[in-house]
């Protein structure tokens, strides 16, 4: 399943829905889109510091 967040660029926000979502069985293995074109990146990378630890890994 792919959840996407349009004008995602609330960091906090973002971080607290897909936290939310991965503590739903159902959701774990979603892909996340996240679009807003002003802090993408940096949404992103914190994002990953907040959750690399739960956020699968890719090659």
């Known amino acids: 399943m792919k959840i996407t967040f ?6 906090v926000f973002a971080r ?23 802090t993408i990146k940096k949404m992103v990378d914190e994002l990953i510091d907040a959750h690399g630890d739960y956020l ?3 090659n």
């Open 56 to 58: 699968p890994k890719y």
């Open 16 to 38: 607290n829905v897909i936290g939310d979502c991965m503590c739903v069985e159902s959701l774990r293995d979603s892909v996340f889109a996240l679009y807003d074109i002003d």
């Open 6 to 11: 349009l004008g995602a660029g609330s960091t």
